[in-house]
């Protein structure tokens, strides 16, 4: 640990220096708490670093110097020759440096003599006993490093901006308590910050801010007594690796009681939030402190792996709320449990995603459902209807279908593929089944790079009008569709029709007349504008298709 150490009386015009001591050597010392200033106001390490003599030239001129200097004078005053300021204590372009430093602060704190809080915008001393929660309003409490640095240390001395005693944290404790949300009994230590659950301790960090979004999640490693690596660049995912380390720590439910007000009803969420701002409302959830044995929950490449109680929204649906082991607050008696709802991912085993996050929900012990082994995705993500999947299923129109100016019909229809019966389409789930029920030309294919022709549809009125419309794949795997006359061509269709099987060679016949166009677009032929309507889904590994056909007369 790296300390200043302070010259005294005895010591004439010296001035501090920075001194190292092993874990097992380190002498008692202070330690100041206080928002930063700009970078270049601050007294840095390098600046302690220089030769005496520039450190007496360049180091009044800081802003921040002044502060150092209270500080050095307070700590002799309680007789303490050592103390630790972050601003020059830590050698931040050493990145092994600075995340020993990140992982040790909380110890560093709750081991110092005293902690001297200064509020630089708090201008007046305070009667502790007859202030108010408006005589103290300041920023520091705003702060996510000043939570762990008001919790951590046991004797916390308050100083207005010039420097005026104002109190301690004992004290003060009522006024801090309001403006922290912090139990008193945390405050000043009668219970052990380990004792609040993680869903309170989330909530005394819910409306801090830092700098850099890391350090959101950094400066709580301390509050939930868990280390990790510093990976600054990471962004929000840092929150996320946190409230993995303390499921590590803890089996307590309540890391998983968020809400995010200003989520959609259908929108996906994992079970970890992605801030301790979502943890707002959660002060007063804490965890049942002898639940049923379970298996350890953990994070896999299938999600979160977690047994949880499950039980069925609405028949029909794959809606469940899911019990946490966390009785419902204000209402301990009725044995509640806390609910959150999870969707059944379709396509997946046992794979599920959080919906309606901007609530918790409540249901009764003898409600709760199976206890099941499920997998959470934190990031369940909506298929991506243009990706490459190995399995497809068609549905084109059939007779009568076809949405036209005149009567035209589907009069026959040849596939590769294999056709498959409407109710196994509706265990999968696909399109609606409404959709689905109203059609028998359903086809299930086998995809290839080189499929070209998927289906070869027949379309006549009149016997002069008759025409093919054959469906594919164009270059780079996008569907398209393309026109051809079947008369111009010379092309059999009667002999085909004779066929009484659905899988014909007879589109593999045909590709040397397939030059498609993008499935939504137009194209005239003869008379007639037809246009072809691709609506797609994924189900898993399965890539639906939905076809219809509009024909305008000209």
Known sequence: MRLIRIPDAEDGDSLPELVDFPPDKVPE?????????????????????????????????????????YSYKQALQHRLSYIWIDTCCIDKSSSAELSEAINSMYAWYRDATVCYVYLDDV?????????TIEDMQTLWVTRGWTLQELLAPSNVMFYSANWAYLGTKYSLSSILAKMTGINEDFLIGRKPVRAASVATRMSWAAHRKTTRPEDMAYCLMGIFL?????LYGEGARAFLRLQEEIMKACDDHSLFAWVDEAASRDSYHGL??????????????FPYQEGETREPYSMTNRGLRIELHLALVQEGTQIYAAALDCPTPLRLENLQYLTIILKKLSGVSNQYARVQAMHLGQIGHEKRGKL??????QDALIPDPTGIYPLHVFCFPSHGEIRAAKEYQVRDMFSSGERVMTPKLLEMGGLSAAQWHERSQVYEIIHKVDQGIICVLYIGWKHSEDFLILVGYRPHQQLGFCIVDPHAHNI???????????????????????????????????????????????????????????????
């Open 372 to 377: 099941e082994t499920i997998y959470v995705r």
């Open 492 to 554: 059999d269709i009667w002999s085909q029709q004779s066929s009484t099987s659905y899988e014909s060679s007879f589109p593999s016949m045909l590709t040397p007349f397939f030059w498609p166009r993008p499935m939504g677009s137009r194209q005239l032929f003869g008379r007639n504008l037809i246009h072809v309507i691709e609506e797609t889904s994924v189900e898993g590994v399965i890539k639906c298709h939905l076809i219809d056909i509009t024909i305008e007369r000209k």
């Open 29 to 69: 010392y202070a330690i100041l708490s206080h928002r930063w200033g700009a970078p270049a106001d601050e007294v840095l390490f390098e600046d302690m670093t220089q030769p005496e003599r520039h450190r007496k030239e360049n180091l009044p001129a800081k802003k921040g110097y002044e502060k150092l200097q």
């Open 226 to 230: 868990v280390n990790m690596p510093m």
């Open 123 to 131: 201008a007046t001393e305070l009667d502790s006993q007859d202030g």
């Open 272 to 285: 970890l939030a992605k801030h301790p701002g979502l943890f707002n409302s959660s002060a007063q959830i």
